[in-house]
């Protein structure tokens, strides 16, 4: 589960920024939304209980202006599954909680009626008034006989009683039991057909209209705006940091690329000193070790160069002296030993010229380089196989460096066994893999990082009469890690000696 997340995480700095970015404009989102959700709620309830009880005035002012045998029909209209109204002779409320938000939906009510005995009344009713109500309503339904005997006898009494009923419906209807959403409703209802309220001291209402009215459940803690909101707003703020940060990450891009290069030998242009100030100063001090670096190495080459050919001189004036010795012994020793001096000086002069020709990087196909390789030596009969699993494969690298570095090895090869095997494989992080395997006697594994060292020879494992002067692996390894890479030494298959040539995946070219 751990690896799973940790391939998930974002590893390039573009997408770490929009994502740090992006999470931070949700945080902030979810951070407000529960701030400001009993805020919302408290709002949002307020403006619907405010709206229903603005509904219930006015029906009560229509009531007060209209004829009696025309208050079903009223109230008929007015109805809605969330809203019942009915008419009784006296109210009909649960006792009240006398809570502070009752006292002030009754003062709001009676305010919007501008009565001013303050008789309407508001109560949020309870779970148990809520279903006592209900089961009440069912009993009625059950006895329909004396309900329809009722709605008759009212019906008859109309004009003199001026009283509805519930008409033969259930009052409470589809109202659903949340407790405290529902709301219930009792307001004075005044004949005021003759255009004259009344004055509050003995006037007498005529009827009650009781009310139920649900549809108060809270707001949805996340709904579909404020998603659609965070979903824009991120969206938004994705797309500018993502050239935001393009833009800043890309002078980083180019100096990995340019310090990949130079750690394969390879010195390119002075990066661009331009970005961020930080970026800018990175890219300043790249450039100054860059040159500083290319200078030391090219200083370290001639220095060499001089000193390989200014050696040639006195060993050419110790050739001759070496002529006039009497002991025939000693003089075929002298010159033995000038002979093997000569050809580490001229060995150093060649990877001297070498180094300085400063080869130029370019792509290739380098199984195609290896397998040329390989071809130019069968030719010339030698016994070199060549296996690859990969058909081609594009590398930026300097050719003749990698041609020389192999040759080396295919050299040592076939100095000191009878076959070789060359096979070109990918490695798992997108490089490359050449093995150059013998079935020679080999290399001792305590002796494996010393024959990389100049001019050292292996007595013992190694024939000495073979010839070689102990530069030659010294010489491929060089090369490969100017190229990035590294040469590994290890037990072939046919048990002689495998050296693993890697080579990384360049960065830039």
Request: aromatic residues 6%; proline residues 6%.
């Amino acid at each position: 589960m751990k690896r799973f997340f940790a391939r998930l995480y974002p590893r390039s700095l573009t997408a770490q920024l929009v994502c740090l970015l992006l999470g931070a404009v949700i945080l902030t989102h979810v951070v407000l939304a529960v701030l400001l959700a009993e805020e919302r709620h408290d709002a949002v309830l307020s403006e619907r209980r405010g709206g229903a009880l603005a509904r219930v005035a006015a029906i009560s002012r229509i009531l007060s202006t209209t004829a009696p045998e025309n208050w079903r029909d009223v109230l008929r209209v007015a109805e809605s599954p969330m809203n019942r109204f009915r008419l009784i002779e006296a109210p009909d409320l649960p006792p009240d909680d006398d809570s502070e938000v009752t006292r002030l939906l009754s003062t709001r009510l009676n305010e919007a009626l501008d009565n001013p005995k303050m008789a309407a009344r508001v109560v949020l009713l309870s779970e148990s008034d809520c279903r006592k109500e209900r089961d009440d309503d069912d009993d009625d339904d059950d006895d329909k006989g004396k309900r329809k005997d009722k709605d008759r006898r009212l019906e008859q009494d109309r004009d003199k009683r001026s009283y509805h009923g519930r008409g033969g419906k259930r009052f409470f209807g589809d109202i659903k039991c949340d407790g405290p959403a529902v709301m219930a409703v009792s307001v004075p209802i005044f004949d005021n057909r003759a255009g004259i309220a009344p004055d509050g001291d003995g006037a007498m209402p005529v009827v009650w209209l009781d009310a139920r009215i649900n549809g108060f459940t809270p707001p949805p803690w996340l709904a579909m705006q404020s998603l659609a909101r965070v979903v824009l707003s991120a969206l938004l703020i994705g797309i500018i940091a993502f050239f935001v940060a393009r833009r800043v990450t890309r002078p980083w891009k180019v100096l990995a690329a340019a310090a990949d290069r130079i750690g394969r030998g390879d010195f390119p242009e002075p990066v661009p000193e331009k970005g961020p100030l930080e970026i800018a100063r990175a890219a300043r001090a790249f450039n100054r070790m860059s040159a500083r670096l290319k200078r030391f190495v090219s200083d370290r080459t001639r220095m060499l160069a001089a000193i390989s050919h200014d050696l040639r001189t006195p060993i050419t004036s110790l050739r001759l002296r070496a002529e006039f010795v009497d002991d025939e012994e000693n003089r075929r020793k002298i010159i033995e030993t000038l002979n093997e001096m000569e050809q580490m000086v001229e060995a150093a002069m060649t990877f001297a010229r070498e180094e300085t020709a400063n080869e130029e990087t370019r792509r290739i196909d380098i199984v195609a380089l290896v397998e040329a390789t390989c071809a130019d030596l069968e030719e010339t009969g030698h016994p070199v196989t060549f296996v690859s699993a990969i058909d081609h494969l594009t590398y930026a690298c300097r050719p003749l460096s990698i041609k020389r570095a192999l040759g080396n090895l295919l050299g040592n090869g076939l100095a000191y066994g009878e076959h070789v095997t060359v096979s070109v494989k990918r490695a798992d992080d997108g490089g490359l893999w050449i093995d150059v395997c013998d079935d020679g006697p080999g290399i001792p594994v305590e002796s494996r990082d010393k024959v990389f060292e100049p001019f050292f020879r292996l007595e013992e494992s190694r024939n000495q009469g073979t010839g070689g002067i102990g530069l030659g692996l010294s010489i491929a390894r060089t090369a490969i890690r100017g190229h990035g890479g590294e040469i590994y030494l290890d037990d072939a298959p046919q048990g002689g000696l495998a050296a693993r040539i890697y080579l990384p995946a360049p960065v830039g070219v």
